[in-house]
């Protein structure tokens, strides 16, 4: 076992989904996930990974997922928002994140302070966060929608960076996550703790490198490699599915039926040079990208959630070739086959590549909920107090141009947003009948089909 991977098996261990313990799988068809919070949730990253674990692994199912974060935003800025941006998609769940905003960075700095105002407006904020996350809590519960709590994630406060060090925040946040940990307890909910994983991962990442982060350069945001990182916790959290599959091959076609799980073996042949044989499984492995290498090694991903494992307890010559579908996945040893492979690894398999055409099609998704998303960003943040019409684009683009240049300028981000809003607003329909389109044509790629496996000794 790699010491990354010990240190992220103990911590599971405290890991505690109190309350709404529901049976693995988490979610159920017809479920509609609403994610809440802020840039971090608006980025999405983490949670597209977990819906992709959900089509690939449960692709008879039928959920979805809302992105309802806004970037900067507060407790406040969700209750605001909370009819219109939550409760308007009907959640059956709301999973909810927030904390790296409401401790309010700003109020720390590159040198400790003992400061008493200082120090007065930072407790201030924290108990302000508890009180407003209590009533997000207590809103959606009373709506019978059923909450998942997360943890903040981690601040940068130890690698030197270019972006400015606001020190004290990492600590802020802990604060907020032993809060959220007893909010948890106190309402029975589920929570998922990504601060400490991706603390004790971040510590032992500078204890090669001092300047190594698993959060990006701002110190803020998570990469793709914390993302990923928060996607195995989560899943891990709920105990969702290790196996894709169990194909285990016995002396013939009724007798490796009864001993495989989750897929059908049919049309066994066998003769002096090969044994054939039809499997067809239930779910498809989960296909991540090269730049996720780094969380994948940081974590236990494929072993605890993308094992298509497969056996062969037959007579075999010391070297076997497997083909699926015409397709050569290796040559293994009679020894390697009989504590089997785990055929998720191999990504020239037809599997593999069918689960990374549904990863392509989600791309294309989440293009669309980004653009989509822009709009209630910049509806939400900035055009709050526009008093003139909601139609009219040209003036609305001259009413955002001025509060660019009065109020904002100093803020690239905002010019950035204004324009994507002003192009992505007369697209609005499309990019939501988009998103429902798209949804539909994954979940209908990731049906799994059955395929050919020949094994014959290798040359």
Known sequence: MKPFYFLVALLLLSVVGMGQKDPSPLFKSGDR???????ITNNGEFYHQIF?????RFPNKDISFFNCGISGDVCSGVLKRMDWDVLSHQPTHAVIKLGMNDVLRSQYGAQPTTNPDTLAKREMAIKNYKQLLDSIVRLLMAKQVKVILQTPTIYEQKAQLKRE??????????????????????YQLPVVDYWTLLNSLNEGLQAKDPNATIVGPDRVHPGTTGHLVMAYQFLKTFNEPQFIAQIAIEKNEIKSNKTSKDCIISDWKENKKEILFTVKENALPFPYSKDQQQGMDLVPFIQDLSLEQFTVNHSLPERVQLFIDSISIGIFTREELNKGINLATYHQSPQYVQAEKVRGILNNMWKNVAMRRTIDYVEFKHLTDYKGDKADIAAIKAYLDNLFATKLSDTPFYKTQFD?????????????????????????????????????PAP
């Open 52 to 56: 992709l674990y959900e089509v690939t």
């Open 33 to 39: 996930v609403c994610f809440v919070g802020n840039s």
């Open 420 to 456: 994507a809003y002003i192009k992505n607003k007369p697209n609005q329909k499309t990019y939501e009948q988009e998103i429902i389109a798209l949804k539909a044509k994954a979940y209908e790629a990731a049906q799994p089909v059955a395929h050919r496996f020949v094994l014959k």
């Open 165 to 186: 060090n606001n020190l004290g925040v990492n600590d802020a946040l802990k604060q907020c996550a032993d809060y959220i940990q007893g909010l948890a307890k106190q």
